[in-house]
């Protein structure tokens, strides 16, 4: 295998921004924000806008997530 091609793999933190719901984990993204983890250490931060803790699938509520005007953005496209 070719050397210093791969990316990093590393543990971060994801961050469930509508319900403050966070877990620690591998992944090979980075993040310029921190978060001091229950360890005591500090990792990267990825804030995600739904999880396990928020999505309806799971919580069995409904909950409607408007990311970044995606419907305002759709009406006006397809509006007649």
Do not use: C
């Amino acid at each position: 295998m070719k050397k210093d091609i791969h990316p990093e793999y590393k543990k971060v933190v994801f961050q469930d921004s509508s319900s403050d719901f966070a877990f620690l984990t591998k992944s090979t993204m980075g993040s310029k924000d921190t978060i001091k983890w229950e360890d005591g250490n500090e990792y990267p931060l990825i804030k995600i806008e739904v999880s396990s803790a928020s999505h309806p699938f799971y919580t069995g509520k409904k909950l409607f997530v408007d990311t970044a005007g995606r419907v305002e953005k759709f009406n006006r496209k397809y509006k007649k």
